[in-house]
Nanobody, 124 residues
Framework: QVQFVESGGGLVQPGGSLRLSCVAS????????IGWLRQAPGKEREAVSC????????FYADSVKGRFTISRDNAKNTVYLQMNSLKPEDTAVYYC?????????????????WGQGTQVTVSS
Protein backbone atom coordinates (compact mmCIF):
# COMPACT_ATOMS: atom_id res chain seq x y z
CA GLN A 1 0.00 0.00 0.00
CA VAL A 2 2.84 2.40 0.86
CA GLN A 3 4.75 2.90 -2.38
CA PHE A 4 7.27 5.25 -3.97
CA VAL A 5 8.17 5.69 -7.63
CA GLU A 6 11.46 7.48 -8.36
CA SER A 7 12.29 9.06 -11.70
CA GLY A 8 14.61 11.63 -13.26
CA GLY A 9 17.86 9.70 -13.31
CA GLY A 10 20.11 9.46 -16.34
CA LEU A 11 23.55 10.08 -17.78
CA VAL A 12 25.12 13.49 -17.18
CA GLN A 13 28.61 15.00 -17.53
CA PRO A 14 30.57 16.17 -14.48
CA GLY A 15 29.34 19.59 -13.40
CA GLY A 16 25.87 18.96 -14.78
CA SER A 17 22.51 18.81 -13.01
CA LEU A 18 19.58 16.44 -12.57
CA ARG A 19 16.33 16.65 -10.64
CA LEU A 20 15.01 13.44 -9.15
CA SER A 21 11.31 13.01 -8.33
CA CYS A 22 9.70 10.67 -5.83
CA VAL A 23 5.94 10.20 -6.12
CA ALA A 24 4.21 8.56 -3.16
CA SER A 25 1.02 6.51 -3.28
CA UNK A 26 -1.02 4.74 -0.63
CA UNK A 27 -0.34 7.43 1.98
CA UNK A 28 0.02 11.18 2.38
CA UNK A 29 3.76 11.83 2.52
CA UNK A 30 3.50 15.30 4.05
CA UNK A 31 2.94 13.71 7.48
CA UNK A 32 6.32 11.98 7.42
CA UNK A 33 10.02 12.55 7.16
CA ILE A 34 11.27 11.48 3.71
CA GLY A 35 14.85 10.53 2.94
CA TRP A 36 16.96 10.10 -0.18
CA LEU A 37 19.56 7.33 -0.10
CA ARG A 38 22.01 6.03 -2.68
CA GLN A 39 23.80 2.77 -3.41
CA ALA A 40 26.89 2.54 -5.61
CA PRO A 41 28.53 -0.72 -6.74
CA GLY A 42 31.00 -1.97 -4.15
CA LYS A 43 29.99 0.69 -1.62
CA GLU A 44 27.67 0.73 1.36
CA ARG A 45 24.32 2.49 1.17
CA GLU A 46 24.54 6.18 2.06
CA ALA A 47 21.78 8.45 3.34
CA VAL A 48 22.28 11.67 1.39
CA SER A 49 19.34 13.84 2.47
CA CYS A 50 16.14 14.04 4.51
CA UNK A 51 13.26 16.48 4.86
CA UNK A 52 11.06 16.71 7.97
CA UNK A 53 7.31 17.22 7.83
CA UNK A 54 7.07 18.79 11.30
CA UNK A 55 9.07 21.96 10.60
CA UNK A 56 10.39 21.46 7.08
CA UNK A 57 13.97 21.23 8.27
CA UNK A 58 16.45 19.50 5.97
CA PHE A 59 19.61 17.47 6.46
CA TYR A 60 22.42 16.58 4.08
CA ALA A 61 25.41 14.29 4.07
CA ASP A 62 28.72 16.15 4.04
CA SER A 63 29.46 14.70 0.62
CA VAL A 64 26.53 16.57 -0.99
CA LYS A 65 26.19 19.75 1.10
CA GLY A 66 26.00 22.86 -1.05
CA ARG A 67 25.25 20.84 -4.18
CA PHE A 68 21.99 18.97 -3.49
CA THR A 69 18.64 20.42 -2.38
CA ILE A 70 15.66 18.42 -1.12
CA SER A 71 12.13 19.81 -1.34
CA ARG A 72 8.50 18.68 -1.32
CA ASP A 73 5.27 19.52 -3.12
CA ASN A 74 2.48 18.28 -0.87
CA ALA A 75 -0.21 18.96 -3.48
CA LYS A 76 1.53 16.48 -5.80
CA ASN A 77 2.49 14.05 -3.01
CA THR A 78 6.04 14.34 -4.32
CA VAL A 79 9.54 14.90 -2.94
CA TYR A 80 12.38 16.17 -5.13
CA LEU A 81 16.16 16.07 -5.03
CA GLN A 82 17.85 18.78 -7.08
CA MET A 83 21.40 17.68 -7.84
CA ASN A 84 23.87 20.32 -9.07
CA SER A 85 27.61 20.30 -9.73
CA LEU A 86 27.51 16.55 -10.11
CA LYS A 87 30.69 14.52 -9.67
CA PRO A 88 31.59 10.99 -10.82
CA GLU A 89 31.45 9.96 -7.15
CA ASP A 90 27.70 10.71 -7.21
CA THR A 91 27.11 7.78 -9.57
CA ALA A 92 24.66 5.43 -7.85
CA VAL A 93 21.10 4.17 -7.72
CA TYR A 94 19.05 6.71 -5.78
CA TYR A 95 16.09 5.73 -3.60
CA CYS A 96 13.51 7.67 -1.61
CA UNK A 97 12.27 6.15 1.63
CA UNK A 98 10.28 6.63 4.84
CA UNK A 99 9.87 4.86 8.16
CA UNK A 100 6.12 5.67 7.99
CA UNK A 101 6.32 6.89 11.59
CA UNK A 102 8.59 9.93 12.07
CA UNK A 103 7.70 13.51 11.30
CA UNK A 104 11.26 14.69 12.05
CA UNK A 105 14.39 13.38 10.37
CA UNK A 106 16.32 13.12 13.64
CA UNK A 107 13.87 10.51 14.99
CA UNK A 108 14.21 8.11 12.02
CA UNK A 109 15.74 4.85 13.18
CA UNK A 110 15.28 2.70 10.09
CA UNK A 111 13.76 3.34 6.67
CA UNK A 112 11.20 0.58 6.18
CA UNK A 113 9.63 1.59 2.87
CA TRP A 114 11.41 2.64 -0.31
CA GLY A 115 10.96 2.78 -4.06
CA GLN A 116 12.56 0.89 -6.93
CA GLY A 117 15.34 3.43 -7.39
CA THR A 118 16.57 5.50 -10.33
CA GLN A 119 20.06 5.26 -11.85
CA VAL A 120 22.29 8.34 -11.89
CA THR A 121 25.52 8.11 -13.90
CA VAL A 122 28.03 10.98 -13.94
CA SER A 123 30.71 10.44 -16.58
CA SER A 124 32.67 12.16 -19.32
Amino acid sequence: QVQFVESGGGLVQPGGSLRLSCVASGFTLDYYAIGWLRQAPGKEREAVSCISSSDGSTFYADSVKGRFTISRDNAKNTVYLQMNSLKPEDTAVYYCATDYTSSSCHTVYEYEYWGQGTQVTVSS
